[in-house]
């Protein structure tokens, strides 16, 4: 029977430097799946990656084969940084549950932020235009929309300081008390430019706003009452802010010890606080190691998250136990789709006993007409209905159970039930190929994208 797989790792497993070396920016997600496809050994397959996450979604008919396989990929794409450690690998059940709590933000930096089920619907989308979503996962992640729509409307979950773009504002408002006046320098213009602008916009800051796009920088500068400038002015705008928080979505690091030399050079030992909310990042380590440079990467919005998760700790309760609602509705759903099958495949197993039996009988009988075959035969399906009729009955009334997919597996292993019997789950036509899983993408990140990004 096929199931489902989760291989990956998030902020609760792995630090920035390392998850930004799996991370794939969004249009990629497709190419990444069809590499997947190709080389995979799975029936589906699904990619999340934000700032917070990268997980490879699956349904297999070997499933720990699969999982292990996928990650040894992606451990082979850590080498060096204790990849074995920090990937985790769940099968079953657990896979569900953690894609419903996941697109309810349960499982983000900042819970309850509202980005990451945009995120996650954009790699279902991808999945979609990969040709690698059938059955199950486009059934599971359905639902599990449906689920964060549940939590965001029966809870106040969402209540509060609710992206990683406001965390990090409500940092820069913890490391000076009041924004007011401060000049706020923000670099990047894409969705956690402008999530991050519109958190600024209360705060009476001077926001300047710089990104290679001087449209983009524009629309977003005078959207929250900032002032656009020129890429080609970075420098000068760094050395005259009091705040820089970085966004943008570049594959390598935009503020490097050598720009930043001559910076500090010309601020004459004034502070500089830079908040760095892109994955991968866009700030170099190395530069918080300068004279009155310091640096916070998302990792270090943890400790605000926190404060803002206890106010709603509440709310998130409530959220779980709609979890496990939606989750039962789901393994109630799939049990259903794997008792029709069965059922049939173990008529058509008891069927061919009896007709072989027959078969094998009519040769040792002399005379046998027409008329006396078609008895023999109506005995032996006769004999197959009321020798299945009590075992019919309970396996009907038993799939509905919650271990009803244990009772139905028990009756495909006592009656040797094959795989291809057991077809009613199978995957859209459109579903890849199976083969063996080599890696993922061996490519760079070449973007950023992130839970609340």
């Known amino acids: 029977m096929r199931d489902f797989v989760v291989v990956g790792l998030s902020h609760r497993t792995a630090p920035v430097e390392v998850r930004e070396r799996l991370a794939v920016a969004p249009d990629r997600l497709e190419e990444e799946l069809r590499e997947i496809a190709a080389h995979g050994r799975f029936d589906e397959a699904l990619l999340i990656s934000t700032c917070n996450r990268v997980e490879l979604y699956a349904t297999s008919a070997n499933p720990i084969e699969a999982a292990q396989t996928a990650k040894e990929a992606l451990a082979g794409r850590l080498a060096g940084s204790a990849g074995d450690d920090v990937l985790y690998l769940a099968r079953g059940a657990d896979v569900i549950r953690h894609v419903f709590r996941v697109a309810s933000s349960l499982d983000s930096l900042v819970v309850g932020e509202p980005q990451i089920l945009g995120q996650v619907k954009e790699a279902f989308d991808a999945a979609k235009g990969a040709g690698t979503v059938g059955t199950l996962l486009g059934r599971c992640f359905t639902q599990a929309f449906a689920t ?162 206890s106010v709603r700790a509440r709310e998130a309760a409530q959220a779980e136990n709609i979890i496990e609602e939606e989750l039962e509705s789901f393994l109630s759903w799939r049990r259903s789709l794997e008792l029709a099958p069965t059922i049939v495949a173990l008529r058509r197993r008891f069927a061919q006993v009896a007709e072989e039996e027959v078969q094998r ?93």
């Open 148 to 309: 964060a729509k549940r939590v965001r409307n029966e809870t106040g979950i969402a209540e509060g300081t609710v992206s990683v773009s406001s965390i990090a504002c409500e940092l820069a408002k913890k490391i000076f008390g009041n924004l007011e006046g401060r000049r706020t320098l923000l670099l990047g213009a894409g969705e956690m430019g402008e999530s991050a602008a519109r958190s600024l916009r209360q705060t009476g800051t001077q926001l300047h706003v710089v990104n290679r796009s001087e449209e983009r920088a524009q629309k977003l500068a005078n959207a929250c009452g900032g002032r656009a400038v020129p890429y080609e002015r970075l420098t000068t705008e760094l050395a005259d802010a009091d705040v820089v928080i970085a966004s943008t979505a570049s594959p390598n690091f935009i503020l490097t010890p050598k720009l930043m030399k001559g910076v500090v050079r010309t601020r004459r030992h004034r502070p500089l606080f830079i908040i760095d909310i892109a994955v991968p990042r866009d700030v170099d380590p190395r530069v918080g190691n300068m004279d009155n440079v310091f640096v916070y990467d998302v990792d270090d919005l943890q400790q605000v998250a926190e404060e803002n998760l």
């Open 361 to 453: 009988a009519l040769p040792r009988l002399e005379g046998v007409s027409p008329s006396d075959r078609a008895v023999l035969e109506a005995m032996g399906r006769s004999l197959v209905n009321k020798l299945l009729h009590q075992p019919m009955t309970q396996l009907k009334a038993g799939a509905s159970e919650p271990d009803g997919a244990q009772l139905i597996d028990a009756v495909r292993r006592l009656f040797a039930l094959s795989a291809e019997e057991h077809s009613a789950d199978e995957p859209s036509t459109d579903s890849p190929k199976e083969g063996t899983v080599t890696q993922l993408s061996t490519a760079a990140a070449t973007g950023s994208t992130g839970e609340s990004k």
